[in-house]
């Protein structure tokens, strides 16, 4: 019977072929011949190094690129083991998200569809938990090829992101800081926020009253609390926040912000029972857009980045295998509401 040792030996004839693509490549094609079998244990370093006489560099380095891949999965004290017999996949993806909402659903199937069927992706969610986020680092470090982190503002972050390969990771949506240089595709929120606040402020002082709805501790960017509170001041906009739209409570005359997609559709019921048009007799603004705020209540006035662009250019960025620090703009899109 044919030994995965014989399988990377027989390499040898391959002139172009280094060790370490020798290495990599007969263990690709045991698992082909199913010499050795998803689940199945691979020899140790040191029976590695012992039966092919390579250096033990050699043999780290191309069971790290094979784990990389997903092909092979390390385990604490126990060894190597097949992952996956899929050998035609070329890279294996952790992304770390706040949640599964639509805008991040939009960045994810763009992502995936750039990356293609031979990248493997696997998700977690954080849900804004600093807790939950330092366990899924903790638990993926070492592991993939390649980490997509949407960071959680919070002191203790850079400490958690910071060992990660910079070459091997890409932060996206929100930007958080790093002790070095690093790969980011980002939204900008206090400048964009503005920018939209400002081009509606003709529109917003035909009424009485802006209401921000936003709830303290909660995971809205405090860069847009900043920008309201700069607008309203710049503009002289009666204004004032609160931390949450209490149902019944639509009121004609006023503005209403939120990001908070459940207001947004509480308001837009509210105004139904109370015969309020939005756009004539109330106002309202939501952050993040989506096809549903095209269609209901004669159109949601909106400003947003593009989710889909982000995950385009973040695929793009891994499978280009080149450096990348972007943002992605934010566009104002008016609608009935306002």
């Known amino acids: 019977m044919v030994t995965i040792y014989e399988k990377i030996l027989e390499l040898e004839e391959m002139p172009s072929f280094s060790k370490h693509d020798q290495f990599v490549n007969g263990i690709i094609n045991a698992i082909n011949e199913s010499i050795v079998s998803k689940g199945e244990a691979l020899p140790s370093v040191n029976t590695m190094v012992k039966k092919l006489s390579f250096a033990r560099a050699t043999i780290m380095k191309g069971y790290k690129d094979l784990i990389s891949r997903g092909i092979v999965q390390s385990k604490n004290r126990l060894g190597f ?6 050998t035609d996949q070329t890279l294996k993806v952790a992304l770390v998200m706040y949640l599964m909402d639509s805008f991040q659903e939009q960045f994810y199937r763009s992502f995936r569809d750039e990356l293609g069927a031979n990248v493997q992706i696997d998700v977690f969610f954080h849900h804004g938990n600093i807790t939950i986020f330092e366990s899924i680092i903790d638990m993926v470090k070492g592991k993939y090829g390649m980490y997509v982190v949407s960071p ?36 900008e929120f206090e ?24 709830l303290p501790g909660s995971l809205n960017p405090l860069e847009i609390i900043r920008a309201f509170k700069k607008f309203v001041k710049d503009f002289d906009i009666n204004a004032r926040m609160l931390p949450e739209y209490i149902p019944g409570s639509v009121e004609q005359g006023k503005v209403y912000f939120s990001l908070n997609n459940a207001e947004i559709w509480e308001i837009l019921k ?69």
């Open 81 to 86: 083991y097949v992952a996956n017999e899929n």
């Open 152 to 187: 959680i503002p919070h002191p203790r972050t850079q400490h958690l992101l910071d060992p990660l390969p910079r070459n091997k990771f890409i932060m996206f949506d929100r930007f958080e800081p790093l002790s070095e240089e690093f790969n980011y595709v980002t939204q």
């Open 270 to 338: 509210d105004c139904k029972v109370k015969k309020l048009k939005p756009g004539r007799d109330i106002g309202i603004l939501s952050h993040n857009d989506e096809v549903i705020k095209e269609l209901i209540g004669g159109g949601i006035t909106t400003y947003s980045t593009d989710f889909v662009q982000m995950g385009k250019r973040v695929g793009q960025a891994i499978i280009r295998r080149e450096q990348i620090q972007e943002i992605i703009p934010t566009v104002l899109k008016r609608r009935d509401s306002l």
């Open 191 to 214: 400048n964009s926020s503005y920018e939209a606040f400002s081009a509606l402020a003709e529109k917003i002082k035909l009424y009485d009253e802006m209401i921000f709805f936003h």
